[in-house]
């Protein structure tokens, strides 16, 4: 299945895109998507367990399972004042 990611500020600053289409297993979860974007961009394992993840713009827990064409996005926490 196809899915579309994005990526915020220094998450997409990491993997140098702001969004792409990745093909992922039937029935693969979040994490999953997590362990395959770790693999090809070594930081974003050290970065994941403090982004926010959405799926379909709603904020899911990553053990979400995806469907085909589901829009997940990775947003790292915003500081500031």
Avoid: C, W
Wanted: proline share 5%; charged share 25%; hydrophobic share 50%.
């Amino acid at each position: 299945m196809k899915i579309k990611v994005l990526f915020f500020a220094s998450v997409r600053d990491l993997v140098g895109d702001a969004e792409r289409v990745v093909s992922l297993e039937d029935g693969a979860t979040v994490t999953d998507l997590i362990a395959g974007l770790a693999a090809a961009h070594k930081r974003f394992i050290e970065m994941a367990p403090s982004l926010m993840v959405s799926v379909n713009q709603e904020y899911m827990p990553r053990d979400t399972v995806l469907n085909e064409g589901d829009e997940v996005a990775f947003i790292p926490p915003v500081s500031g004042g």
